[in-house]
């Protein structure tokens, strides 16, 4: 498989990974949720990420998921979350994925980071460990690592190393985050790729902004991928209109603590996995918050029909 450029760009989906009621990680529903994916139009899949639940897997675990997505996925490419505290770990579970034919891997920085210089010499340790053929995906996602990476310190780790291909971007406010890499790319800093998470929640505002796509978990991936097209086809105001009609269930699934839960519930009613479950420690919902999400979709569904768009009939309730 290719390994992961700077000119990566499209929807790399975010990937759930699927348990069994008991907490066993389901095998038929994760190769029918890799198929969904890759079904929906994704460009890529992202592993073993925070929504992914992979501080919840045994490193076996991680290693099975690893080998039986990238596998099923093909020519497709995989990046897979290797985020640790200790380098030793990142380490190892790097170089069995891209063993396996990873095309890169992402890593987001540790809460013990507080300060510039411990950010920066991080991520210089982690692409010394690594060495320079493994592509990175620096995520940066405040909101849940508590680490807040300046405009400063980001661009020198995009001059100084260069195996950084990929910056994840869900700061939050950080639209203007983007501008500023961007503004600085057309001075001569290198140009990385940037895809952007936050459940789309600012998805065409991002675009708009410099992004090169999505990376994220949105249990409506086609919805991604066709924002992603219609701007880049210079149709702003039907991507737009798309992105409005998704945007009650995509403000619903941003919920702190629940967003996990009600993304695959969506899942699980679409058919694509067959249990909502989250492995402990975590709840799956309580029975008036599932008919909530089950209206929104609903809802979703009727206004995407008078759109134009056709979607495949929904399930019932979990």
């Not at 895809?195 to 410099?210: D, K, M, Q, V």
């Not at 798309?242 to 899942?267: N, T």
Request: proline share 6%.
């Amino acid at each position: 498989m290719a390994r992961l450029t700077e000119a990566a760009k499209g929807v790399f989906v975010i990937s759930v990974t699927p348990f069994t009621p008991e907490g066993a990680i389901d095998w038929a529903s994760l190769d029918r949720v890799t198929d969904f994916y890759l079904d929906a139009g994704a460009d890529g899949l992202t592993i073993l990420g925070i929504m992914g639940e992979a501080g919840k897997l045994t490193p076996d675990e991680s290693s099975d998921v690893a080998r039986r997505v990238i596998k099923r996925a093909g020519d497709v490419p995989v990046v897979v979350g290797v985020s640790s505290p200790g380098l030793a770990a990142l380490t190892s579970l790097s170089a069995q994925v891209m063993g396996m034919g990873a095309a890169g891997v992402m890593v987001a920085p540790p809460g013990t980071l507080k300060t510039d210089p411990q950010i920066h010499g991080y991520y210089r340790g982690v692409v010394e460990a690594l060495g320079p053929d493994t592509p990175v995906v620096l995520q940066d996602f405040p909101l849940t690592t508590g680490v807040h990476i300046s405009d400063d310190v980001l661009g020198r780790v995009i001059d100084e190393l260069p195996s950084i291909v990929m910056l994840k971007h869900e700061d939050w406010p950080g639209l203007s985050k983007i501008s500023k890499l961007r503004a600085a790319e057309a001075t001569g800093r290198r140009r990385i790729s940037v895809l952007c998470g936050n459940g789309g929640s600012f998805l065409p505002e991002e675009i708009a902004r410099g992004a090169d796509g999505a990376m994220t978990g949105f249990a409506y991936p086609e919805m991604m991928v066709e924002v992603c097209r219609q701007m880049a086809a210079g149709n702003a105001d039907r991507a737009q209109d798309l992105f409005d009609a998704y945007m009650p269930l995509i403000r619903f699934e941003m919920q702190p603590g629940l967003g996990l839960a009600v993304r695959k519930h969506v899942l699980a009613r679409r058919g694509v996995i067959a249990s909502a479950a989250v492995r402990s420690p975590g709840a799956m919902l309580d029975a008036v918050t599932a008919a909530e999400v089950d209206r929104l979709m609903d809802r979703l569904h009727a206004r995407l029909a008078e759109l134009g768009v056709q979607m495949p009939p929904l399930g019932g309730a979990v």
